[in-house]
């Protein structure tokens, strides 16, 4: 979906060095998740943000932090990569509605390989 | 507490029936029940979403019990192209009253001529 994009596309690193993930919107939309992809695994939330000043920890957290630095973008940081942060990492919005859950957008996803 | 929890795979034909069915035992009690299609190398894409007994639209239907423990994800005549992963996604409650939104860990389809 063209509305929500990430950068990069493909990243590959070294163990120890710190890499940022990027996410952008268009969308318009208040909540942003960050998840990850592993092979047999699903989907597993690392953090999302339900607006500019609202961030949460999701169900894998650590090793990673995030930053909201405007409504429509959504950064996920490795501060000290290591081999098993390798999975495929997507951006995620919604919009806040009342009674059902929202509907998830995803990006494309990034790709990321931690030597 | 109970995880979400769908069967790893499945085979089908084109042109038959096909049923996914999803456990959620621990259900957050206002939270909806969605289902997402993935294929390789894409985020995954909105299929449908309900409550409490039957929700069809274009692409397929959903069947959800009254206890909601369970949804199944029912697509009519498949085609190659509906090969993908199929993820159902629900609040789940967790301790201290919060509630955290759980995918499964998908069902891959796989549709043969």
């Known amino acids: 979906d063209a509305d929500v994009t990430q950068t990069p596309r493909n990243r590959i690193t070294k163990t120890g060095k710190r890499i940022m993930l990027e996410c952008s919107q268009t969308?318009?939309?208040?909540?942003m998740y960050w998840y990850r992809q592993d092979p047999g695994l699903g989907l597993r939330l690392i953090y999302y943000?339900?607006?500019?000043?609202?961030?949460n920890k999701g169900e894998i957290s650590d090793g990673y932090s995030v930053s909201r630095q405007a409504q429509a973008k959504f950064s996920l940081s490795l501060e000290s990569a290591i081999p098993n942060q390798t999975a495929l990492y997507f951006c995620?919005?919604?919009?806040?509605?009342?009674?059902?859950?929202?509907?998830?957008?995803f990006g494309p996803g990034t790709r990321l390989l931690v030597l | 507490l109970a995880k979400t929890t769908q069967p790893i795979s499945m085979d089908s034909y084109e042109g038959q029936e096909v049923n996914i069915t999803c456990s959620h035992n621990?259900?957050?009690?206002?939270?909806?029940i969605t289902w997402y299609q993935q294929f390789p190398s894409q985020g995954p894409r909105f299929i449908i979403q309900?409550?409490?007994t039957k929700v069809t639209n274009e692409v397929a239907s959903l069947f959800i019990p009254a206890d909601r423990k369970s949804s199944t994800l029912s697509l009519p005549r498949v085609s190659l192209s509906d090969t993908a992963v199929y993820y159902c996604?629900?609040?789940?409650?967790?301790?201290?009253?919060?509630?955290?939104?759980?995918f499964g860990s998908g069902t891959r389809l796989q549709v043969q001529p």
């Open positions: 995620a919005t919604s919009d806040l509605r009342t009674g059902a859950t929202e509907t998830q957008y």
């Open positions: 621990n259900i957050a009690t206002n939270d909806y």
């Open positions: 969308k318009g939309h208040d909540r």
């Open positions: 996604l629900v609040g789940e409650k967790k301790a201290m009253g919060r509630r955290a939104l759980t």
């Open positions: 943000s339900f607006d500019v000043k609202d961030i």
């Open positions: 309900g409550y409490k």
